[in-house]
């Protein structure tokens, strides 16, 4: 099996999300790394989400003041 199919940015960008979630197959995962190596422009998007997720982690860590969750929670309530 040749390794050297091409894999357009269209494909990519639709694969993105289970690429970085490491869901792939192998050949797969190797496909985008080879295309990434060599594209700037997905490159730059999957850095992108790669770092937004980190944002997103991190502030999960980070607790609501008090008065916010009650409010959430009076929300929930009344919905």
């Known amino acids: 099996m040749s390794h050297d199919h091409e894999i357009s940015c269209e494909e990519v960008i639709e694969r993105l999300f289970a690429y970085l979630d ?27 989400e790669k770092r937004l997720r980190a944002r997103v982690a991190d502030s999960v860590s980070t607790t609501a003041p ?9 929300l929930l309530d009344e919905f």
Do not use: P
């Open 66 to 74: 008090q008065r916010l969750r009650t409010r959430v929670r009076f």
């Open 22 to 48: 490491g869901e792939l197959e192998d050949v797969s995962q190797e496909t985008i790394d080879r295309h990434l190596a060599h594209c700037r422009d997905c490159f730059t998007r999957a850095e992108f």
